[in-house]
C-alpha cells in the first residue's frame, strides 16, 4: 500500500542493499528512471505526484555524493527518453546536449524535479551508464552500457512501484581458453 511517509526510507533501503549486491564505481554516471505514478499505484504517465520527486530527489542526491557519481534522470516517452543531467556531467562525458525543458505533462516529476534542483541543469539525448535504478519499469535499459546486469534485491518496491536496479560490467569475450582474472590466468593449464 502507498505511504507517503516511507517512500524515502524504502529508497534508502534499495539503494544501501544495492550497494550490498554491487557497488559503484566512482565517477560512473547513476541513470534513474522514475514513474512518480506507479509509484503510488497509478498507472505510468497518468497520475505524477511532485510530492513523491521532492521526497526522492534528496535522497539520490546524497546517495551520489557519497558514491562519487553524476546523476542522469531519464525524461518520458514525450521528450524521447532524454535524460537531465548537470552541464559539468554533459561535458565531462561529452553527451550530446537538446532543448527542451522537462515539465509535469512532458518529462515527468522527476526529471522536472531535477532540473530545477540541478546547479546547471540540461538535457542530453542519451548516457551510457555503469548504475542504474528504475522505479516503476520506465525502460532505462537504453541508457546502460552493456552489459547490464540486474540485481534481485529483498526490497522490491518503491510504494506500489517494482524497482529494477542493475549495473554494467564489461563484456565476457572469448572462448573455452578465455579467463577473466589474473589468478585464473596464472593458474590456466596447470593440473589440479
Known amino acids: 500500500m502507498f505511504d507517503l511517509d516511507h517512500i524515502g526510507d524504502e529508497l534508502e533501503t534499495v539503494l544501501e542493499q544495492?550497494?550490498?549486491r554491487q557497488a559503484p564505481q566512482d565517477d560512473d554516471i547513476f541513470v534513474i528512471g522514475c514513474s512518480t505514478s506507479e509509484v503510488c499505484g497509478k498507472r505510468i504517465g497518468k497520475a505524477g505526484s511532485p510530492q513523491v520527486a521532492e521526497i526522492f530527489f534528496p535522497v539520490l542526491?546524497?546517495?551520489a555524493a557519497k558514491h562519487h557519481l553524476h546523476l542522469a534522470f531519464q525524461c518520458c516517452e514525450h521528450l524521447n527518453r532524454s535524460l537531465v543531467v548537470e552541464r559539468e556531467t554533459m561535458r565531462r562525458f561529452g553527451l550530446t546536449e537538446v532543448c527542451a525543458v522537462p515539465h509535469y505533462h512532458a518529462g515527468g516529476s522527476m526529471a522536472s524535479q531535477a532540473y530545477r534542483?540541478?546547479?546547471h541543469p540540461v538535457l542530453v539525448e542519451g548516457v551510457h551508464a555503469g548504475y542504474g535504478l528504475?522505479?516503476?519499469?520506465t525502460m532505462i535499459g537504453m541508457?546502460?552500457?552493456?552489459v547490464a546486469v540486474p540485481m534481485r534485491?529483498?526490497?522490491r518496491s518503491i510504494?506500489?512501484?517494482r524497482a529494477n536496479p542493475s549495473f554494467s560490467r564489461p563484456r565476457l569475450i572469448g572462448g573455452i581458453?578465455?579467463?577473466?582474472?589474473?589468478?585464473?590466468?596464472?593458474?590456466f593449464g596447470e593440473e589440479a
Do not use: K, N
Open 18 to 20: 544495492m550497494v550490498e
Open 61 to 63: 542526491r546524497r546517495f
Open 117 to 119: 534542483q540541478f546547479t
Open 134 to 137: 528504475d522505479i516503476g519499469e
Open 143 to 146: 541508457h546502460m552500457r552493456p
Open 153 to 155: 534485491l529483498a526490497q
Open 159 to 161: 510504494g506500489e512501484a
Open 177 to 187: 581458453r578465455a579467463r577473466y582474472t589474473l589468478e585464473d590466468a596464472d593458474h
